[in-house]
Structures are given as structure tokens and as C-alpha cells.
């Protein structure tokens, strides 16, 4: 033993000391928070529009939310897929209502980026011996093996596999031309309705209709990753509502939870009659804890009006911040992008000074807004005032 390690007195970690660098860090210390308010060490009070990468949807302490997942930690804190629980059933059933749409089956699981995976088996599955997906330019699907494949600029910046699991055709978005190359060798199309680190960006209902056609003509699985775009961000249940276009699959997390980790797929029946024994798996997906929680985010959207909000004070959001050095807007609902004059890195920066938390994006010129679905006019006209502030 190396007795001058051992005799080393212990020093005060540094925030991240022990943990992979792979994170650039905000200046932030963050001991709390209540409601859309950060609370910093030093006594700071900083009004969240970010939302933990659009995941905060009650914001922070919420009652019931904080409730349901204690009482649920002290009945059952888990038990896996083997074993039948209500509450998994309730959760699912209850996800389905909320949803609207034409599903009758999901698949829990724990992170945006697996339940992707886990749509594209599924679609591998329906459409045996196609070999190809088509996605979007500036789309983000995760960082896994298959969701990485289909997530623009992982190859070359940081794919790091030596081979991706099939091939896959890039096409720009919103041309109506380039779906062309949805072809009867496509398994699948994936689709973020609104783009979430491409920028905020709507894709429209036009758009996506267009896409849902030329899926039917060539037998292509329509899924789409609404990982950040659903769970009512855009004042909808999901975007396929707000868009008025049903796909095959949906993939949510991130607001799903609040900050419990977990995701779901979403099934037509069409799917879910090809799902056999053993196709897909998990050992925390559908956990008790999970499901308690999406049970009460659901619960917290439906009673307190929440989508009602995230139209209303999405709107106020587009109507009051054309401010300062904001030249244009994209996104939907709470999912908004704020095109900038200057790089949009600056304004990030400038905004934190004046103790407002927002997004940057994959998009240089835009701040992208993601904030809880709480959020009152009131805390709009913060964001707006700092934008005056700022100036062009
Ligand atoms: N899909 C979309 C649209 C996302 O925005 C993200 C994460 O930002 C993912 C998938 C990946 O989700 P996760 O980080 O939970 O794997």
C-alpha cells in the first residue's frame, strides 16, 4: 500500500470531479426549486424556461406529482414485466386516453433514445427484408446504436461505432420533392413533427400529411419521436393531434416522467399485432415508480387545464418576445425557437446574467424555449423585459 495516498487529507470535491467530461457546464449552482424558479446557493432565483432539456413539465415540487411517487416508493418501489401490476395497466390505458389517437398497445421503457430502438425493431419486424430508414436533416433521435444511426451528424462527430445497424437516407426537411425517396425498400420514416435540438422547428401539418401518404403508398412504418415535442408541449396531447396526422408509432419521454426516467412507444394496432413473446424487452421499463409518475403527470396536465395553458401563454410567448434582438419565431406551444440577430450563444449568456435559464440549439441563430407547462403570462413578461434589456 502506498501510504502517502492513503494519508492524503480529503479534499471538497469539484462539482464535476469523478464524473465523465463530456458535459459542457452552465455557471450554475443549483441547491432547489419551486415551481418554474431555480434556486442557486448563493440565494439566486432563476426562472427555468429550459426545463432540464424540456423534461420539468409540472416544474419543480410539484405536490401531487412529489405525492404519487412517495406513496408509490413506499407501497411498491418495483417489480418487473413478469409480474401483472395495476398500476402498469393504468398507466398504459391512461397514456393511451390522453393520447387521442388511434393506439391500443405501449411499451415502457427508460429513455427517448430507447424507446426509438425499440420503434425501429418494431418496424424492422412488420416490414421484413427492407433494409433502410429515412429521417430528417438536423433530426436528434439519441445516442444509441439505432437512434444514433437516424440522428444527423452523429457519423463523423461522435457515431464512434465502426459500422451503424442499416442504412439510412437523409432528406431535407419540409420538401414535399424529397419524399421521392421513401421507396419500397424503406422500413421506416422517422419523424420529429417539431424539431427539438434541430431548432424548433414545425414541420406542419402540410408537411406531415404529405409524408403520411407517400408511407401508405410504399408500405413504410410513419413513426414519430415526440420524445420532446410530446406529452403536451405543443398545447396537444402529442403533435400528431396538433398536426391532425396519424402515424404508426410515437416515441415520448423526457416530460413523460417530470424527471422520473422513463419513455414509452406508442402502438397502432396494426403494430402491436406483430409484437411476439420476447420481441422487446426491459427490466426497469413499466416499473411501478414509472408508472405512478406518468399516472400523475397525466393526472396534473388534465386537471389543471395544462394544454389549455401551453396554447394560451405559447402564444402570448410568440406575441410578446419579437423583442430586442429576436428577429423571428419557430416551434409550437412550449416548444419555441426565438431567431436571433446575434448567435444565439450570446443571448443564451445574457439572459442567464438576468437570471433567466433558456436553450440553445442545433441551430446557431436560435434560443429555444422549453419551458414547464406552469408558466404564466407573468414570467413571460420577464423574459420580455430582459429581451429590452439585451437590446438588438
Ligand atoms: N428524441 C428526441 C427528439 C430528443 O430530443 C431526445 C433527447 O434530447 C432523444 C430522442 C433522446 O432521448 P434520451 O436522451 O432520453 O435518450
Not at 282 to 306: H, N, Q, R, S, Y
Amino acid at each position: 500500500m502506498n501510504a502517502s495516498v492513503t494519508a492524503q487529507p480529503a479534499a471538497t470535491p469539484a462539482p464535476t470531479d469523478f464524473l465523465a467530461p463530456v458535459f459542457a457546464q452552465y455557471p450554475l449552482d443549483i441547491v432547489s426549486g419551486e415551481g418554474p424558479w431555480l434556486k442557486t446557493r448563493d440565494g439566486r432565483r432563476i426562472l427555468d424556461l429550459y426545463g432540464g432539456h424540456a423534461v420539468a413539465a409540472l416544474g419543480y415540487g410539484h405536490p401531487a406529482y412529489t405525492r404519487a411517487l412517495s406513496e408509490q416508493a413506499q407501497a411498491l418501489n418495483f417489480q418487473s414485466n413478469a409480474v401483472p401490476l395495476d398500476v402498469r395497466t393504468r398507466a398504459a390505458q391512461r397514456l393511451i386516453r390522453f393520447s387521442g389517437l388511434d393506439f391500443n398497445s405501449v411499451f415502457f421503457v427508460n429513455s427517448g433514445a430507447e424507446a426509438n430502438e425499440n420503434a425501429l425493431k418494431m418496424a424492422f419486424n412488420v416490414n421484413p427484408g427492407r433494409t433502410e430508414v429515412v429521417a430528417l436533416e438536423h433530426s436528434f433521435h439519441g445516442r444509441t446504436a439505432a437512434a444514433a444511426t437516424i440522428t444527423w451528424g452523429a457519423a463523423g462527430k461522435w457515431y464512434s461505432l465502426p459500422r451503424t445497424p442499416f442504412d439510412v437516407k437523409f432528406i431535407p426537411r419540409r420538401d414535399l420533392a424529397a419524399l421521392a425517396q421513401i421507396t419500397d425498400k424503406t422500413a421506416a420514416v422517422v419523424v420529429e413533427p417539431v424539431q427539438g435540438v434541430g431548432g424548433a422547428f414545425d414541420l406542419g401539418a402540410e408537411y406531415l400529411a404529405a409524408v403520411r401518404r407517400r408511407c401508405n403508398e410504399t408500405g413504410a412504418v410513419l413513426i414519430f419521436d415526440e420524445v420532446q415535442c410530446g406529452m403536451g408541449r405543443t398545447g396537444e396531447a402529442f403533435s400528431a393531434k396538433l398536426y391532425g396526422v396519424q402515424p404508426d408509432m410515437i416515441t415520448t419521454a423526457k416530460a413523460l416522467g417530470n424527471g422520473f426516467p422513463c419513455s414509452a412507444l406508442l402502438m397502432t394496432p396494426r403494430i402491436a399485432k406483430a409484437v411476439k413473446l420476447d420481441a422487446m424487452g426491459t427490466t426497469f421499463g413499466g416499473g411501478p415508480m414509472a408508472c405512478a409518475v406518468i399516472e400523475a403527470v397525466i393526472d396534473a396536465i388534465e386537471k389543471e387545464d395544462l394544454l389549455a395553458r401551453v396554447r394560451r401563454v405559447g402564444e402570448y410567448i410568440r406575441q410578446q418576445c419579437m423583442v430586442g434582438p429576436v428577429k423571428g419565431y419557430q416551434g409550437a406551444g412550449f416548444l419555441a425557437g426565438l431567431i436571433m440577430k446575434r448567435p444565439a450563444k450570446e443571448i443564451h449568456k445574457a439572459l442567464l446574467e438576468r437570471n433567466i435559464l433558456t436553450g440553445t440549439s442545433g441551430d446557431p441563430a436560435v434560443i429555444r424555449l422549453l419551458p414547464p407547462f406552469i408558466l404564466e403570462e407573468s414570467h413571460v413578461d420577464l423574459l420580455r423585459a430582459a429581451l429590452l434589456d439585451i437590446g438588438g
